[in-house]
């Protein structure tokens, strides 16, 4: 499998000084190869759910372990220290952001090449011209985000989180700020691209017309114990 998740759980602090649960999970796995959505109410936690996958905030029991058929063997994410976790991030894992999160004053090939820039790998900028080629932007390599429009941004952030060929890409609400055509069509990339790098994908979303689209869908609120509300 390429991920699991055992007794996960975290807890924030509130404003007035008491612990507010947000996460508290039993048990995920997400196959090799699966795509898979994740259902959840606006503030339910998917995007702190998300994170702890991504090693982005660690969580404060549980263990999340990561198996690849590489030399690291199973890793469980937990365990690492944040600089460890970076690196098994840029390396390993993809992430699609709601907005696309790309840096105004580089272009599009650059912003990609700079996703593979935190992998310690030299970039590789064939595999980055092909990526933005079949996310069908050939013709616009050079252009800054200000010059793309909100789809074709969106389009550059998939390519990026493709660059590094990674085990696992996670896509928080991807399609939530775009309209339906060009929602169906980033859709249709990320799983397109997942499937020829042989990642697995977790799409968090409120959408059931874009869940029903994936291979299995998962409720949030079925696998989630914690009280309260979060994000």
């Not at 650059?110 to 030299?122: A, I, P």
């Not at 789809?151 to 085990?167: E, M, S, T």
């Not at 990642?199 to 979303?205: E, H, Q």
Request: net charge neutral.
């Amino acid at each position: 499998m390429a991920l699991h998740l055992q007794q996960v759980k975290k807890t924030y602090v509130g404003p007035d000084g008491s612990a507010v649960p947000v996460i508290d999970v039993d048990d995920l796995a997400v196959a090799d190869g699966e795509h898979l959505a994740l259902i959840g109410t606006s503030g339910s936690g998917k995007t702190t759910l998300l994170h702890l996958i991504a090693g982005i905030v660690t969580p404060d029991a549980g263990r999340i372990t990561y198996h690849l058929d590489r030399p690291e063997g199973n890793v469980d994410l937990a365990s690492l220290d944040e600089a460890r976790r970076d690196v098994f991030r840029g390396r390993h894992v993809g992430y699609v952001f709601q907005t696309h999160h790309l840096l105004g004053g580089f272009t599009a090939l650059e912003n990609v090449l700079l996703g593979m820039s935190f992998t310690g790998r030299k970039p590789d900028r064939a595999w980055a011209v092909r990526l933005l080629t079949e996310v069908g932007l050939h013709d616009r390599l050079d252009y800054r985000p200000a010059k793309l429009s909100v789809g074709q941004q969106q389009r550059v952030a998939v390519a990026r989180a493709l660059a590094n060929r990674p085990k696992l890409v996670l896509a928080d609400e991807p399609t939530g700020a775009l309209d339906p055509a060009n929602a169906k069509q980033v859709l249709d990339l990320i799983r397109k691209l997942c499937a020829e790098v042989g990642a697995s994908l977790l799409l968090v979303t409120h959408d059931m017309d874009i869940a029903r689209q994936l291979s299995r869908v998962v409720t949030l609120a079925d696998i989630n114990k914690r009280v309260g509300s979060g994000q």
